[in-house]
Nanobody, 118 residues
Framework: VQLQASGGGLVQPGGSLRLSCAAS????????MSWYRQAPGKQRELVAL???????NYADSVKGRFTISRVNAKNTVYLQMNSLKPEDTAVYYC?????????????WGQGTQVTVSS
């Protein structure tokens, strides 16, 4: 499985960006997809998650501002980010967790930089 993230960039505070992550392979719909981020000097943290059934979960810091969604027919997960703040600046990574016999496999994309600055 390969994950290709895109959509990052420089945006002013209060602005919006939409990140995309396209996955290779089959049976995308059974996977749990997530977005993580890592700011300089900080640990990687979970931003948002969407399960195979469509249930979502968000970090408290992004609730009400970010929306995760998926289009299984396109093997793609999205992160719509609104009302961006300077503290949202980080490298954003998509993650895929796939159930396998006896456990799970997980895969990471290459990361896309999001910078929120005036």
């Amino acid at each position: 499985v390969q994950l290709q993230a895109s959509g990052g960039g420089l945006v002013q505070p209060g602005g919006s960006l939409r990140l995309s992550c396209a996955a290779s392979g089959s049976m995308f719909s059974i996977n749990t997809m997530s977005w993580y981020r890592q700011a300089p000097g900080k640990q990687r943290e979970l931003v948002a998650l969407i399960a195979s059934g469509g249930n979502t979960n968000y970090a408290d810091s992004v609730k009400g501002r970010f929306t995760i969604s998926r289009v299984n027919a396109k093997n793609t997960v999205y992160l719509q980010m609104n009302s961006l703040k300077p503290e949202d600046t980080a490298v954003y990574y998509c993650n895929l967790v796939r159930p396998i016999s006896g456990g799970v496999d997980d895969y990471w994309g290459q990361g896309t930089q999001v910078t929120v600055s005036s």
